[in-house]
């Protein structure tokens, strides 16, 4: 009993580093996620400007940019791979 007292202190001192160090772990989720988001933002931006000059009709244009927008991940993905103008060069 008598070691059990004697290393409570030391228990409740590593719990606590513990629940800090799992704190400043739970912190860094919404900074990464902010990150990418910014990201995601900027590239559907890009996009869109890419798209009001391209030559394509004033209804097609804005269609792409409203799936850019609505879905921004899966729209930029589906523009660059469908959307953009290609070379038929070989």
């Known amino acids: 009993m008598g070691f059990l007292m004697n290393s409570t202190p030391i228990v409740v001192l590593l719990l606590a580093f513990v629940d800090c160090v799992a704190?400043?772990?739970?912190?860094i989720g919404p900074i990464i996620g902010g990150i990418i988001s910014l990201i995601i933002l900027i590239?559907?931006?890009?996009?869109?400007?890419e798209i009001l000059g391209s030559?394509?009709?004033?209804?097609?244009?804005?269609?792409?940019?409203?799936?850019?927008?609505?879905?921004?991940?899966?729209?930029?993905?589906v523009y660059l791979l469908f959307g953009r103008a290609r070379s038929v060069g070989i």
Not at 23 to 27: L, V
């Open 55 to 77: 030559g394509k009709s004033m209804v097609e244009k804005l269609l792409w940019i409203l799936f850019i927008f609505f879905f921004p991940i899966i729209g930029l993905i």
């Open 43 to 49: 590239l559907d931006i890009i996009a869109a400007i």
């Open 23 to 27: 704190a400043d772990f739970h912190s």
